[in-house]
């Protein structure tokens, strides 16, 4: 495996618990990570949704692990999905103020893994 199959891999391994926190049983989850109560239809819907788009990517980039033809797309959109996630928790950071300190994590490694993405695209091209 080369450093941009294991990238890929290390990151879908890392989003998945992440993608299933938010919707496989939300009203639980969300309410034990950041204390948020989910009861109502619509709103378990949207994290059920975003839920499925992180199990798409995240197949997305395993499929670029296994797949040579795919896998330069596949860093591309790890890249922009990172760096997209990370410049709405910056602007919420900037609007709203501090939120839960998991959600500094995650923008830090956001950040992270959308500047080794672009690292290991610059260095492919």
Known sequence: M????V???I???GLFPIALSYGLVPQK???YLFEISVFDTNTIHIFRAVMCLYLAL???WIIGVFKVQSRQAALYSLIVFMLGLAAGRILSLII????HWILIIYLLLELGFGAIGLLLVKKSD
Do not use: E, M
Request: zero cysteines; charged letters at 15%.
């Open 11 to 13: 990151s879908a391994i």
């Open 29 to 31: 989850s969300l309410k």
């Open 96 to 99: 709203d103020g501090i939120p």
């Open 2 to 5: 080369n450093i941009r199959q």
């Open 7 to 9: 990238f890929l891999l």
């Open 58 to 60: 995240i197949l997305f």
